[in-house]
Protein backbone atom coordinates (compact mmCIF):
# COMPACT_ATOMS: atom_id res chain seq x y z
CA UNK A 1 0.00 0.00 0.00
CA UNK A 2 2.02 3.27 -1.51
CA UNK A 3 1.11 6.16 0.65
CA UNK A 4 2.47 8.94 -1.27
CA UNK A 5 2.27 8.70 -4.97
CA UNK A 6 4.05 10.43 -7.56
CA UNK A 7 2.11 9.23 -10.54
CA UNK A 8 4.72 10.83 -13.59
CA UNK A 9 7.74 8.90 -13.57
CA UNK A 10 9.55 11.15 -15.56
CA UNK A 11 9.07 15.10 -16.84
CA UNK A 12 10.90 17.14 -19.75
CA UNK A 13 10.60 21.08 -19.61
CA UNK A 14 12.10 23.40 -21.67
CA UNK A 15 14.84 25.74 -20.19
CA UNK A 16 13.12 28.84 -18.04
CA UNK A 17 9.59 27.59 -18.69
CA UNK A 18 7.86 26.30 -15.39
CA UNK A 19 8.34 22.62 -14.17
CA UNK A 20 5.62 21.01 -11.98
CA UNK A 21 6.09 18.12 -9.98
CA UNK A 22 3.04 16.31 -8.50
CA UNK A 23 2.21 13.95 -5.25
CA UNK A 24 -0.19 12.38 -3.83
CA UNK A 25 -1.05 11.19 0.06
CA UNK A 26 -3.46 8.62 1.53
CA UNK A 27 -2.90 8.91 4.79
CA UNK A 28 -4.40 11.74 6.73
CA UNK A 29 -1.79 11.72 10.02
CA UNK A 30 1.07 12.97 7.63
CA UNK A 31 1.50 16.53 9.14
CA UNK A 32 4.68 18.07 7.45
CA UNK A 33 5.55 17.41 3.91
CA UNK A 34 9.19 18.10 2.02
CA UNK A 35 10.66 17.42 -1.08
CA UNK A 36 14.17 16.35 -1.83
CA UNK A 37 16.33 16.22 -4.85
CA UNK A 38 18.92 13.46 -5.90
CA UNK A 39 21.43 13.19 -8.60
CA UNK A 40 22.50 10.33 -9.49
CA UNK A 41 25.34 8.23 -7.11
CA UNK A 42 24.76 11.15 -4.58
CA UNK A 43 22.05 10.79 -1.81
CA UNK A 44 18.91 13.21 -1.72
CA UNK A 45 19.26 16.36 -0.43
CA UNK A 46 16.65 18.56 0.93
CA UNK A 47 14.70 21.20 -1.04
CA UNK A 48 11.46 22.46 0.68
CA UNK A 49 9.09 21.49 3.05
CA UNK A 50 5.39 22.73 4.18
CA UNK A 51 3.68 22.21 7.40
CA UNK A 52 0.09 21.12 7.27
CA UNK A 53 -1.04 24.24 8.84
CA UNK A 54 -0.03 25.75 5.59
CA UNK A 55 -1.08 25.78 1.82
CA UNK A 56 1.77 27.30 -0.14
CA UNK A 57 5.77 27.71 1.12
CA UNK A 58 8.26 29.38 -1.24
CA UNK A 59 11.94 29.72 -1.21
CA UNK A 60 13.36 31.07 -4.29
CA UNK A 61 12.28 29.38 -7.69
CA UNK A 62 10.47 26.57 -5.84
CA UNK A 63 7.14 27.05 -4.21
CA UNK A 64 5.36 24.10 -2.37
CA UNK A 65 1.74 23.79 -2.91
CA UNK A 66 -0.48 21.80 -0.16
CA UNK A 67 -3.91 20.83 -1.32
CA UNK A 68 -4.84 19.12 2.47
CA UNK A 69 -8.93 18.38 1.45
CA UNK A 70 -7.30 16.36 -1.76
CA UNK A 71 -4.42 15.21 0.10
CA UNK A 72 -2.19 16.46 -2.92
CA UNK A 73 1.11 18.48 -2.92
CA UNK A 74 2.66 20.03 -6.23
CA UNK A 75 5.93 21.46 -6.37
CA UNK A 76 7.02 24.58 -8.88
CA UNK A 77 10.02 25.67 -10.07
CA UNK A 78 10.51 28.89 -12.10
CA UNK A 79 12.55 29.40 -14.08
CA UNK A 80 13.74 26.00 -14.40
CA UNK A 81 17.23 26.01 -15.23
CA UNK A 82 19.26 22.66 -16.83
CA UNK A 83 20.98 21.87 -13.21
CA UNK A 84 17.43 21.24 -12.12
CA UNK A 85 17.83 17.93 -14.05
CA UNK A 86 17.29 15.33 -11.08
CA UNK A 87 14.94 13.01 -9.09
CA UNK A 88 12.73 14.53 -7.24
CA UNK A 89 11.17 12.82 -4.23
CA UNK A 90 8.12 13.76 -2.26
CA UNK A 91 8.11 12.79 1.26
CA UNK A 92 5.57 12.81 4.42
CA UNK A 93 6.05 13.01 7.74
CA UNK A 94 3.82 11.87 10.49
CA UNK A 95 3.19 9.50 13.58
CA UNK A 96 3.29 5.73 11.49
CA UNK A 97 5.32 4.00 12.30
CA UNK A 98 5.40 0.99 14.62
CA UNK A 99 7.23 2.63 17.53
CA UNK A 100 5.27 4.25 19.97
CA UNK A 101 5.14 7.72 19.30
CA UNK A 102 7.10 8.00 16.32
CA UNK A 103 7.79 9.43 13.18
CA UNK A 104 8.29 8.17 10.22
CA UNK A 105 9.30 10.12 6.73
CA UNK A 106 7.58 8.08 4.06
CA UNK A 107 8.91 8.73 0.33
CA UNK A 108 7.17 8.40 -2.80
CA UNK A 109 9.14 6.84 -5.97
CA UNK A 110 10.12 10.26 -7.24
CA UNK A 111 9.68 12.08 -10.58
CA UNK A 112 12.84 12.06 -13.20
CA UNK A 113 13.15 15.75 -14.22
CA UNK A 114 14.27 16.67 -17.40
CA UNK A 115 15.06 20.55 -18.22
CA UNK A 116 16.41 20.66 -21.77
CA UNK A 117 18.83 23.58 -22.57
CA UNK B 1 31.39 20.26 9.42
CA UNK B 2 31.65 16.78 7.97
CA UNK B 3 28.33 14.95 6.50
CA UNK B 4 27.08 11.79 6.42
CA UNK B 5 29.84 8.74 5.68
CA UNK B 6 28.41 5.80 4.61
CA UNK B 7 31.28 2.67 4.10
CA UNK B 8 31.73 1.15 1.45
CA UNK B 9 30.74 3.05 -1.44
CA UNK B 10 30.05 -0.57 -3.68
CA UNK B 11 29.84 -3.76 -2.61
CA UNK B 12 29.38 -6.98 -4.76
CA UNK B 13 28.45 -10.10 -3.09
CA UNK B 14 27.23 -13.32 -3.81
CA UNK B 15 24.08 -14.98 -2.96
CA UNK B 16 23.56 -16.72 0.43
CA UNK B 17 26.69 -14.38 1.97
CA UNK B 18 26.11 -11.50 4.70
CA UNK B 19 27.09 -8.12 4.00
CA UNK B 20 27.67 -4.90 6.61
CA UNK B 21 27.26 -1.26 6.15
CA UNK B 22 28.52 1.60 7.79
CA UNK B 23 27.04 4.54 8.43
CA UNK B 24 28.47 7.80 10.59
CA UNK B 25 25.78 10.81 10.98
CA UNK B 26 26.43 14.19 11.11
CA UNK B 27 28.18 15.02 14.44
CA UNK B 28 25.48 15.84 17.04
CA UNK B 29 23.09 13.81 15.66
CA UNK B 30 21.28 11.27 17.19
CA UNK B 31 18.69 9.88 14.98
CA UNK B 32 20.27 7.33 11.80
CA UNK B 33 17.60 6.27 9.42
CA UNK B 34 18.37 3.42 7.07
CA UNK B 35 16.38 3.15 3.39
CA UNK B 36 16.77 1.17 0.34
CA UNK B 37 16.56 2.70 -2.69
CA UNK B 38 15.82 0.09 -5.64
CA UNK B 39 14.70 1.30 -9.52
CA UNK B 40 11.01 2.40 -9.87
CA UNK B 41 10.58 1.41 -5.83
CA UNK B 42 11.78 4.90 -4.55
CA UNK B 43 13.20 5.02 -1.07
CA UNK B 44 11.78 2.40 1.44
CA UNK B 45 11.93 2.92 5.12
CA UNK B 46 14.18 0.09 6.62
CA UNK B 47 14.60 1.40 10.49
CA UNK B 48 15.58 4.14 12.50
CA UNK B 49 17.69 4.18 15.47
CA UNK B 50 17.76 6.62 18.45
CA UNK B 51 20.15 6.64 21.11
CA UNK B 52 21.66 3.16 20.76
CA UNK B 53 17.47 1.56 20.29
CA UNK B 54 15.62 1.01 17.37
CA UNK B 55 12.26 3.22 17.55
CA UNK B 56 11.06 2.46 14.11
CA UNK B 57 10.96 -0.42 11.68
CA UNK B 58 9.97 -0.69 8.11
CA UNK B 59 8.17 -3.64 6.55
CA UNK B 60 11.37 -5.19 5.65
CA UNK B 61 12.49 -8.91 6.41
CA UNK B 62 14.16 -10.55 9.47
CA UNK B 63 17.38 -10.71 7.53
CA UNK B 64 17.73 -6.82 7.52
CA UNK B 65 18.90 -5.60 11.14
CA UNK B 66 20.77 -2.84 12.01
CA UNK B 67 22.35 -1.12 15.38
CA UNK B 68 23.84 1.76 16.72
CA UNK B 69 26.62 2.35 18.89
CA UNK B 70 27.24 4.97 21.70
CA UNK B 71 29.20 7.57 19.14
CA UNK B 72 25.92 7.34 17.34
CA UNK B 73 27.84 5.31 14.01
CA UNK B 74 25.18 3.01 13.24
CA UNK B 75 25.26 -0.41 11.18
CA UNK B 76 23.24 -2.48 9.16
CA UNK B 77 23.38 -6.30 8.42
CA UNK B 78 21.49 -8.06 6.03
CA UNK B 79 22.16 -11.77 6.08
CA UNK B 80 21.64 -14.84 3.63
CA UNK B 81 21.60 -12.33 0.61
CA UNK B 82 19.02 -12.31 -2.09
CA UNK B 83 18.97 -11.31 -5.90
CA UNK B 84 16.41 -8.72 -4.86
CA UNK B 85 18.15 -7.43 -2.35
CA UNK B 86 20.51 -5.72 -4.81
CA UNK B 87 20.13 -1.78 -4.21
CA UNK B 88 21.10 1.68 -3.35
CA UNK B 89 21.35 1.72 0.61
CA UNK B 90 21.26 5.22 2.17
CA UNK B 91 21.27 6.65 5.67
CA UNK B 92 20.15 9.66 6.98
CA UNK B 93 20.89 11.71 10.25
CA UNK B 94 19.19 13.90 12.29
CA UNK B 95 18.97 15.74 15.51
CA UNK B 96 15.71 14.29 16.70
CA UNK B 97 14.76 11.81 13.97
CA UNK B 98 11.98 12.56 11.24
CA UNK B 99 9.86 14.56 13.66
CA UNK B 100 7.86 17.52 12.44
CA UNK B 101 9.93 20.19 10.99
CA UNK B 102 13.15 18.57 10.88
CA UNK B 103 14.85 17.04 7.25
CA UNK B 104 17.41 14.44 7.22
CA UNK B 105 20.74 14.61 5.99
CA UNK B 106 21.64 11.69 3.86
CA UNK B 107 24.92 10.06 3.09
CA UNK B 108 25.79 8.99 -0.77
CA UNK B 109 25.07 5.68 -0.02
CA UNK B 110 26.42 2.18 -0.71
CA UNK B 111 25.53 0.43 -4.02
CA UNK B 112 24.91 -3.17 -3.26
CA UNK B 113 25.33 -5.69 -6.26
CA UNK B 114 24.42 -9.45 -5.34
CA UNK B 115 25.44 -11.89 -7.79
Known amino acids: DQQVKQNSPSLSVQEGRISILNCDYT??????FLWYKKYPAEGPTFLIS?????DKNEDGRFTVFLNKSAKHLSLHIVPSQPGDSAVYFCAASGPIGSGAGSYQLTFGKGTKLSVIP | KAGVTQTPRYLIKTRGQQVTLSCSPI?????VSWYQQTPGQGLQFLFE???????NKGNFPGRFSGRQFSNSRSEMNVSTLELGDSALYLC??????????????FGSGTQLSVL
Open chain 2, 49 to 55: YFSETQR
Open chain 1, 50 to 54: ISSIK
Open chain 1, 27 to 32: NSMFDY
Open chain 2, 92 to 105: ASSTQGARTNEKLF
Open chain 2, 27 to 31: SGHRS
